[in-house]
């Protein structure tokens, strides 16, 4: 299969979880993956991984000049950008309620969390177009859909993905940018993330009781998504949001 045969990606955060499965989908369906991460062993384990048109870009996704250098980069060396996949993200501290939330620590997950992505959409764009348009998918959260009195930065952080999501979509449709944006709500998926959030049997086996299917989610679940959102088949689907959660948001 080839369903994104010859597309350029940047995928951030794909030193771990859903942005390496995504690495390794994308390049076996064909796409060269520009694997990016802030943790440089993690990224160059992905890039060894999958082998093939996957090279590794130290990136802060929360700084302005990282982004500009590897966009220009990808220009440089690839040629074009066809797409781009925001996932990078943190979690922060758990539990973090809105009462035991630093502003530091506020700052910090806002940073990477919506800065990352206001900054992928904003030097992405520019590129996207110069190679005849393009696909950005943004990682949100089913946190983004429900309250999440854990995690109160961290919801926000994904609330703002959502919305900006459409921002970007709606901006770019009606100036005719041929390029789409949407975003991808994960539920509870075993990741280092995920698996941070719920280090015991004990805490899963009570979650697990949430989830209608009666399973947490693979990375690989994601993946799929994402595919489909940065390849073609969704050429007509903009501004919109891929809940992939085992039906948790449907109760
Ligand atoms: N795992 C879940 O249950 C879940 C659920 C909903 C949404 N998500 C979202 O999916 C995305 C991927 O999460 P995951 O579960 O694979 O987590 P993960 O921790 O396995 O992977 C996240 C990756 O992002 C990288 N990263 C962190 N800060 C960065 C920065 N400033 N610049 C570049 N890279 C950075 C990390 O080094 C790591 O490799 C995140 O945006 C997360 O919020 C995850």
Not at 41 to 59: C, M, N, P, S, Y
Not at 98 to 107: A, D, I, S
């Amino acid at each position: 299969m080839s369903r994104v045969a010859d597309k350029v990606v940047l995928v951030t955060g794909a030193g771990s979880g859903i942005g390496r499965a995504t690495a390794a989908l994308l390049v076996a369906e064909g796409a060269t993956v520009i694997v990016s991460d802030i943790n440089r062993a993690g990224g160059l384990e992905t890039v060894q991984q999958i082998g093939g048109k996957a090279r590794f870009e130290d990136h802060d996704t929360a700084q302005e000049a990282d982004w500009k250098r590897i966009i220009d980069g990808i220009l440089e060396r690839e040629g074009k950008l066809n797409g781009l996949v925001n996932n990078a993200g943190i979690a922060g501290p758990f539990p973090a309620t809105f009462e035991t939330e630093t502003v530091e620590q506020w700052q910090k997950i806002l940073s990477i969390n919506v800065q990352g992505v206001f900054l992928g959409c904003k030097y992405s764009v520019p590129a996207l177009r110069q190679s005849g348009g393009g696909s950005i998918v943004n990682t949100s959260s089913l946190a983004a859909l429900v309250g999440t009195p854990d995690l109160s930065a961290y919801g926000a952080s994904k609330g703002a993905v959502r919305q900006f999501t459409k921002t970007v979509a709606m901006d770019c449709a009606r100036k005719g940018y041929k390029v789409r944006c949407n975003s991808v709500h994960p539920g509870i998926i075993m990741t280092p993330m995920g698996e941070g959030i719920l280090p015991d049997e004990k805490k899963r086996d009570r979650m697990r009781k949430h989830i209608p299917l009666g399973e947490f989610g693979a990375p690989e679940d994601i993946a799929y998504g994402i595919l489909y959102l940065i390849s073609d088949e969704s050429r007509f689907v903009t501004g919109t949001e891929l809940v992939i959660d085992g039906g948790m948001n449907a109760i």
